[in-house]
Every structure is written in structure tokens, then in C-alpha cells.
Nanobody, 125 residues
Framework: QVQLVESGGGLVQAGGSLRLSCAAS????????MGWFRQAPGKEREVVAA????????YYGDSVKGRFTISRDNTKNTVNLQMNSLKPEDTAVYYC??????????????????WGQGTQVTVSS
């Protein structure tokens, strides 16, 4: 089983940037699809971004396109999310998640089998 630990969350002003990192342990995730999701109070969990196991295929939610960038380093077992031009509506708990095997990416929450504990991102106006 893979364990995921997110880091890098915090409080930032609107227009600022944050970089989230997700470190995996337990086994290599180099063949897994990885994703970042977020959940704001009272809202459903939604996809932020996803990346294929080779890193050549990415997916972004409409609300973050052009502002966020997902990347991965399979040699270090890490997945990162660079978040720029942050808005108050980006405030949420951000989760890293993995789907064992498969090609391409997927935005469906139910496709992901293992999850981190989440990290809080708060964007002030």
C-alpha cells in the first residue's frame, strides 16, 4: 500500500502563490495516475489536476486552468502542485490521491484508491 503525505499548505493573500508537495512511501508509485483534489466546507470534493504515470498527460479542472501546474518526479516519489494567481475561492483542503496503474488521467474521485490526509490552503482577499 502507498501512503501519501501532503505539505506546503498555508495562508496566502489573493494573487499569491503556493507550492504543494505530496510524498509517497510504501512502494513506488511510478506506474500510478496521481491527482490533486480539493474540498471546501459544504462542497463536494472536486478534481484540481491529474497526471499520468509518465507525466506526459495532464488534466486540469476548469477553475484552475492556466494558474495551476501539476508535476511529478518518479525518482523521488513526489507529486507537486504549483498554484499561482490564487483566489479566495481556491480556499479548501487539498488532497493528493493515487490510482494504481492505468493510462492517461482521470478526474473521477471514485477512480482513486489511496489518499493523503490533506493540507489546508486559505486565500485571503
Amino acid at each position: 500500500q502507498v501512503q501519501l503525505v501532503e505539505s506546503g499548505g498555508g495562508l496566502v493573500q489573493a494573487g499569491g502563490s503556493l507550492r504543494l508537495s505530496c510524498a509517497a512511501s510504501g512502494r513506488s508509485f511510478s506506474r500510478d495516475v496521481m491527482g490533486w483534489f480539493r474540498q471546501a466546507p459544504g462542497k463536494e470534493r472536486e478534481v484540481v489536476a491529474a497526471i499520468s504515470w509518465g507525466g506526459d498527460n495532464t488534466y486540469y479542472g476548469d477553475s484552475v486552468k492556466g494558474r495551476f501546474t501539476i508535476s511529478r518526479d518518479n525518482t523521488k516519489n513526489t507529486v507537486n502542485l504549483q498554484m499561482n494567481s490564487l483566489k479566495p475561492e481556491d480556499t479548501a483542503v487539498y488532497y493528493c490521491a493515487g490510482k494504481a496503474g492505468g493510462r492517461g488521467t482521470t478526474a473521477a474521485v471514485y477512480d482513486y484508491a489511496y489518499w493523503g490526509q490533506g493540507t489546508q490552503v486559505t486565500v485571503s482577499s
